[in-house]
């Protein structure tokens, strides 16, 4: 068995341009598919990592859309909830690097720390930020981008708020889940509210709670969103997951699409390889039918077809990973976590997505034989050697 | 298959110049060559392509004893690889009986075709038909890759099959890298390893020059005389026709 194994492997050796061409077609296509899977997984980061006992509550019409800032004593009074904080989208820019994007984010620092506990910052930086009014927080991943330090003086140019921000950086914080956004820029909604004209005063966007039970979520949901259905601003609330399911949603036509795609880019590859083998077998067709003649069965000779395009298989999934690996978590996904954090705060190749595609890669080869194989076994070995060629 | 003959698989010979022949392939250990080896009897081969079927063999008859070189000689286009193939157990016959080596050929299924060709038939090819992939040593391996024989023994045996052709400073040269004559030779090596009880040719010398073609025919002489294979080759070529012990016609289907 192992000398016909063997046989089938050499046989990749007899056009050698041909053999590196296929297996890096089928290698970039592997490369490919193993991106777009990983754009998909990554978008799910949010969805998987959302903590199960927190909710959000936003306005009903829109999330654009204020809230009276007395509605978090309200919320806070739900039986079931453990604690509630708020955030206002800031909108703000680094006026020297105006295409930057990452979120900037007023938010109740005493109330915010305690409820986003996946947002890591050690004691001394907490004390400092608690104490110091104009002081801000931002994630490990834009302090580097931005070359920010403790004690940094910082401008924030707003656009929702006008105006020029001062801000001194406290602290840096990183994150202990992957669905944390490291690239945000925190700072006290209180200094905020202050400076703002007394029509813009006390609004919140959001409200984020904690509930002792996630399995009641639904329930205390419903409970928060009963107590302001009389009054003139109505909200929604629903847990995080939910929330991120619901944002992800209006994506929905996009990530059909890469998931199509995904799945074109299999089938290319399983073309790029059945025409490989397919024209392998066709010029072989004469020694196919001498070995016939010497005694070998059928099934040898489609073992020779099958056995060839495993090791092809393997080979071009090992290329296509091998470089897709590195390359996605070493290059790429660095890159996209330090520019576009705030949608795929983790980018990396799920070890799931590696190992599926290498055996993708396997299968789509022994798939792509098959018929050659069936063919090249049914051979008429006479009409076969009488041929000239 | 249970009146086929015992074939041993015993190496065929160590040294080319001086080949010592195992004891049961010297003349005095096999009875005078006169058993029956090859029988065809009545046989027709009609194909049939698109409307018209074209009878290439008619009622055919042929002995062939054990241990003959026979030459088959005939225009081209008269059938003659045709009745190699049927001897051969490549095809059957489509009326009549062929016997080879004990077997009747005609009531075979394909999977007991296949095994009666790896155990009693030798090929050579006009085209030598090696795989361009593997070397001299390993090409002359593959008829073993069939039997139990471990990995070892069959390396014994293929390099054996070598020194008898004279290449075993040729082993692990690649096909590309021989001549033609050099390439008949490990073909013949080949069809020698399984120690097959037939060795059939069509037109081995066919794309050879004179001096290689006559080293061919040398060989498939020795092969003939010392290893006492029974040979049947196919030639257009009246000097290789010489070299065996008898030659057929074959004409109109019949031979004369
Ligand atoms: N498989 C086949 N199908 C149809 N015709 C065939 C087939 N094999 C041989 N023939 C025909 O039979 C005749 C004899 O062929 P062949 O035995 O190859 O002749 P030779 O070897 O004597 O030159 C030729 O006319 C050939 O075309
Ligand atoms: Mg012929």
């Known amino acids: ?160 708020y006008p105006g020029d921000w001062e801000f001194q950086i406290d602290g840096i914080y990183t994150a202990a889940r992957k669905s944390l956004d490291r690239s945000q820029f925190l700072f006290h909604w209180q200094y905020m509210n202050d400076l703002l004209p007394e029509a813009r005063r006390d609004t919140i966007g959001w409200v984020m709670t904690r509930v002792d039970d996630p399995s009641k979520s639904a329930d205390i949901s419903a409970k928060v969103d009963k107590i302001f259905d009389e009054r003139d601003t109505q909200t929604v609330t629903m847990s995080e997951r939910n929330m991120q399911l619901s944002f992800m949603a209006m994506f929905g036509a996009i990530l059909t699409v890469l998931d199509i795609v995904s799945i074109i880019i299999l089938v290319i590859m399983l073309m790029i390889l059945g025409n490989t083998i397919a024209m392998g077998v066709r010029e072989r067709t004469r020694e196919y039918a001498v ?99 | 298959m249970s009146t086929e003959t015992e074939n041993e698989h015993e190496p065929l010979a160590s040294d080319t110049q001086q080949v010592v022949v195992p004891e ?85 299924s394909d999977g007991d075709l296949a095994r009666f060709r790896s155990r009693h038939i030798g090929f050579i090819f006009q085209a030598y038909n090696l795989m361009p992939v593997l070397t001299a040593l390993e090409n002359v391996e593959l008829p073993l890759l069939l039997t139990k024989l471990g990995s070892a023994d069959r390396k014994k045996r293929a390099q054996t099959a070598l020194r008898v052709v004279g290449l075993e400073d040729r082993m692990g040269h690649y096909p590309r890298q021989l001549s033609g004559g050099q390439e008949q030779r490990v073909a013949i090596a080949r069809a020698i390893v399984n120690d097959p009880t037939i060795i059939v040719a069509d037109e081995p010398t066919g794309d050879l020059d004179r001096k290689a073609a006559d080293d061919i025919l040398t060989l498939l002489t020795k092969l003939n005389q010392e290893f006492k294979k029974t040979i049947l080759m196919v030639t257009h070529d009246p000097a290789a026709a010489d070299r065996a012990t008898a030659t057929r016609h074959l004409n109109k289907g019949k031979l004369e």
């Not at chain 1, 007899?14 to 978008?43: D, E, K, P, Q």
């Not at chain 1, 919320?75 to 079931?80: A, E, F, K, M, S």
């Open chain 2, 24 to 108: 049961q392939y010297r003349k005095s250990a096999v009875p005078p060559a006169m058993k029956t080896i090859i029988e065809l009897k009545g046989v027709t081969k009609t194909f049939v392509r698109g409307k018209e079927p074209l009878t290439v063999l008619d009622g055919l008859t042929l002995d062939v004893h054990e241990g003959a070189f026979e030459a088959l000689m005939g225009p081209s286009g008269s059938g003659k690889s045709t009745l190699l193939n049927l001897i051969a157990g490549l095809d059957r016959p489509t009326s009549g009986s062929a016997k080879v080596a004990g077997n009747d050929l005609s009531t075979m």
């Open chain 1, 291 to 389: 070995l016939r003649a010497i005694g070998f069965l059928p099934w040898h000779i489609r073992f020779f077809v099958l056995g060839e395009a495993v090791v092809l298989g393997i080979i071009a999934g090992a290329v296509g990973v091998g470089i897709a690996y590195p390359f996605v978590n070493g290059l790429m996904g660095k890159a996209i976590e330090e520019n576009m954090s705030a949608w795929f705060p983790y980018f990396r190749v799920e070890p799931q997505v590696a190992i599926a595609a290498g055996v993708i890669a396997v299968v789509l080869a022994t798939t792509a034989a098959l018929i050659p194989a069936i063919q090249a076994g049914r051979i008429s070995v006479t009409d076969a050697l009488r041929r000239v060629g």
């Open chain 1, 1 to 160: 068995m192992s000398g016909l194994f063997l046989i089938a492997a050499r046989n990749l050796g007899r056009n050698w341009l041909r053999t590196i061409l296929t297996v890096l077609g089928a290698a970039v296509a592997l490369i490919a598919f193993v991106m777009l899977r990983t754009v998909l997984s990554s978008w799910e980061v949010g969805a998987e990592y959302a903590a199960k006992d927190r909710l959000g509550t936003r306005h009903k019409v829109s999330f654009i859309m204020q809230l009276p800032k007395r509605y978090i004593d309200d919320i806070r009074n739900v039986p079931g909830v453990k604690q509630a904080t708020w955030a206002n989208w800031f909108g703000g820019k680094d006026p020297g690097k105006p295409n930057e994007f990452f979120a900037t984010l007023a938010v109740d620092a005493p109330s915010f720390l305690p409820v986003m506990d996946e947002l890591v910052l050690d004691e001394e930086s907490k004390t400092r930020w608690l104490g110091d009014k104009k002081g801000a927080i931002v994630g490990d991943v834009l302090a580097k981008k931005l070359h920010l330090k403790v004690g940094d003086k910082y401008i924030l140019q707003g656009s929702i």
